[in-house]
């Protein structure tokens, strides 16, 4: 299998297991894809292309729709922002891969899963995690195979709705083994050999004990290397591998325009919102009124406390129906609050603050150590001293930082012995208790309750106002204008002092420039535009107009003198002083046999290095050099003068005084199993990348999103 060759061969590849990342709501029709899904057509009608086959626009719509109104309705968010709707679309875009390419992955290895595989993981004696979560019974925390028997008894009276969401989880699970027969089998296929483990092991142990001296490429000023074109070029052609791309990138300069809105524009919503108290006030229908006046709709559904803001939970759960309430300014918005109705649930919701102290230890001593520490803070804060503050002082968990506060929670929430301590007492009271987490200093902070509210929340951002945004745009429009290219942008940049911003390696799929998030439009612009090119005004997120030009295109697999200019100047720089800092020691070794004399010669120290591995690539006062470090390993002489080597931070002279191999051993066992795992590792979670490669994946989304 090539796949086992090319992922052995990639070092340093570690990507997320992207199948087992896609989430239930995206996971559906995992056995049943075909190639009836990738339509033929020409480029500019195809998002991407696998294996020579197209993925049309039509049919990766299709099912991002589809993707897209699961993740609403199960996250329940009516509008979702750029940054979610570019999620989904990148998780549609995998689960399309993974239709695709891992069904003729399975197919062509005879992987499946049965009936019989299936049912033992809905009800029999290896039950999926998620199925126990959720057929778990609140009351005991118990789980019942029964129940989910029963269900799926009953599944055929269930709504469309329902039956869907379960025939989607099945898939997700099917998915989800034949991933892991997958990833198994991949594994399987890993063979370290004995050499393989020899070289770890002698790596590792294998140490030179030595001194140097070095000339360190930071003692030649850059300014000194003479940089022109013809020379670097040169360099260029002769390390061309070197500088070959692994991602299509795209650099681009870019200025900004900021319509956040002013204070004018702070001052007209708030008016709004003192406008709107009274005739919020006496309508009788607040769901209508909050609908045509509001930013967002009536919420019709009770809450418990809570759900709503610190600020306004007393008066809500306080007041009668028909109260109003703001407005309220916080988050960049107002909001007026209205009680709309009250109703009582069949549960409580309890507030209360504590002080965890945890056992540090398994004795009685431990446990007793610690009942004494919560009961002396228990007399101290009855003595007058403030819980809060000794919650900060002694807490062990994260609730110390906010004084202790665990803020509203519902009945059953807790630990059994915490919630029924809580739901039995009383506001004020103060005791500590033990649970499995250790000993409680315990506050109950509020009386606990079955109210909830169903609250109209009249809402309105405060935005930037049309005269806002036109003064920006026509300044920004102005600067576009009057930029036809490259040279007229800084032109413009420097008369009108305006800062520009640096994109370096902005790719197709990013959603965001530095420092600017919800600039899509601008990644798109830049992956279709040539070098030289200026941006019209474009709008990022909801406050910012930029224009920006193209400086850089990367190519994936090529090697772009211009795009690798600042390496290649970095690289040739360093190239020159080597060569300078190698004659200049070898000038200084002539004649000379010992360190001493040649560390005079260059005025630099000798450095003692007690033990050098090859696994550990640092140099003492010089840094990373892992030349050096293979350098040194690779020695058999000692007590003999060598050099000079140019490695990677310096220029050396060194001599090894002794070699240590260290206990000797035949048993590599330890070092086989180690290289197996992290062999094994890069397989489960590197395969589906390689196969992106292997199958040639195209990626055009950024031609349309």
């Given at each position: 299998m090539a796949i086992l060759t090319k992922i052995r061969n990639r070092s340093g590849l570690a990507i997320g297991a992207v199948g087992l990342a896609l989430g239930l709501f995206v996971v559906s029709d995992a056995l049943n894809s075909s190639s009836g899904m990738f339509g033929n057509g020409n480029r500019t009608n195809n998002v991407g292309v696998i294996d020579g086959e197209s993925i049309g626009i039509k049919q990766f719509e299709d099912k991002l729709d589809y993707n897209t109104a699961n993740f609403k309705k199960r996250t329940q968010q009516e509008n979702l922002d750029e940054a979610t709707r570019g999620q989904v679309r990148e998780q549609t875009w995998n689960q399309m891969l993974q239709d695709y390419m891992m069904s003729k992955e399975y197919k062509d290895l005879g992987i499946s899963m049965s009936e019989d595989e299936l049912a033992d993981v809905l009800y029999g004696n290896n039950v999926h995690p998620q199925i126990k979560q959720s057929f778990t019974d609140p009351a005991n925390g118990q789980f019942d195979v029964n129940n989910v028997k029963r269900y799926l008894k009953g599944l055929d009276q269930k709504n469309e709705a329902e039956r869907t969401q379960w025939k989607d989880f099945e898939d997700y699970i099917v998915t989800e083994t034949l991933q892991k027969k997958y990833a198994s089998l991949l594994k399987k296929g890993v063979y370290v050999t004995t050499f393989e483990a020899k070289k770890v092991y002698l790596a590792r142990n294998k140490s030179a004990e030595l001194n140097f001296v070095a000339l360190a490429y930071t003692t030649i000023a850059d300014s000194s290397i003479k940089t022109d074109d013809g020379d670097l070029k040169s360099y260029?052609?002769?390390?061309?591998?070197?500088?070959?791309?692994?991602?299509?990138?795209?650099?681009?300069?870019f200025v900004v325009w900021d319509f956040a809105p002013t204070s004018d524009d702070s001052a007209v919503v708030k008016k709004w919102a003192m406008d709107q108290l009274e005739q919020f006030r006496v309508t009788d229908n607040d769901t209508a009124y909050v609908d045509l006046n509001g930013d967002t709709k009536f919420d019709a559904v009770a809450k418990p406390r809570s759900a709503y803001p610190e600020e306004v939970q007393a008066r809500l759960f306080s007041d009668s129906v028909g109260t109003v309430i703001g407005p309220v300014f916080k988050d960049g918005k107002y909001k007026i609050y209205k009680i709309s109705g009250i109703k009582q649930d069949t549960t409580y919701n309890m507030r209360a603050s504590h002080i965890l102290l945890k056992v540090e230890g398994s004795t009685n001593a431990?446990?007793?150590?610690?009942?004494k520490?919560?009961?002396d803070i228990l007399t101290r804060i009855k003595g007058g001293e403030d819980f809060s503050m000794l919650a900060m002082q002694f807490g062990t968990d994260g609730t110390k930082d906010k004084g202790g506060d665990l803020g509203w929670f519902a009945e059953g929430q807790m630990v059994k012995e915490f919630?029924?301590?809580i739901k039995n007492g009383k506001k004020g009271d103060q005791f500590v208790l033990k649970t499995q987490?250790?000993?409680h200093v315990i506050k109950i902070t509020e009386d606990k309750t079955k109210k909830q509210v169903t609250a109209g929340i009249l809402e309105r951002a405060i935005e930037a106002?049309?005269?806002?945004?036109?003064?920006a745009y026509n300044e920004a429009s102005q600067f576009a204008s009057t930029s036809q290219n490259v040279e007229d942008f800084n032109k413009n940049c420097e008369e009108k002092k305006i800062t520009k911003r640096v994109a370096e390696f902005v790719r197709e799929t990013d959603n965001f420039l530095p420092g600017y998030n919800e600039a899509r439009e601008a990644v798109r612009w830049a992956f279709n535009a040539k070098v030289g090119d200026v941006s019209e005004v474009i709008n990022v997120g909801n406050d910012k107009y930029v224009i920006a030009t193209l400086t850089t295109i990367r190519e994936k697999g090529k090697a772009n003198f211009d795009a690798a200019k600042e390496r290649v100047i970095t690289d040739y720089r360093k190239d020159k002083k080597g060569e300078q800092l190698m004659d200049k020691l070898k000038t200084a070794m002539e004649g000379n046999t010992t360190l001493d004399a040649v560390s005079r010669k260059i005025n630099q120290a000798v450095t003692p290095v007690a033990s050098q591995t090859f696994e550990n690539p640092s140099i003492p006062y010089v840094g990373f050099d892992p030349i050096f470090a293979g350098m040194v390993a690779g020695t058999t002489a000692t007590n003999k003068l060598l050099g000079p080597v140019k490695g990677d931070a310096a220029v050396y002279a060194y001599l090894v005084t002794k070699i240590s191999n260290g206990p000797e051993t035949k048993e590599y066992g330890p070092q086989k199993a180690e290289l197996t795992g992290a062999l094994q590792q890069k397989l489960e979670y590197g395969y589906f990348e390689v196969l992106k490669e292997i199958r040639n994946v195209k990626d055009n989304r950024?031609?349309?999103y």
């Open positions: 260029f052609k002769k390390n061309m591998d070197k500088y070959k791309e692994r991602e299509n990138s795209r650099k681009l300069e431990d446990t007793a150590a610690a009942k520490k919560a009961t919630n029924d301590a987490f250790g000993f106002s049309e005269k806002t945004s036109s003064i950024y031609m349309f």
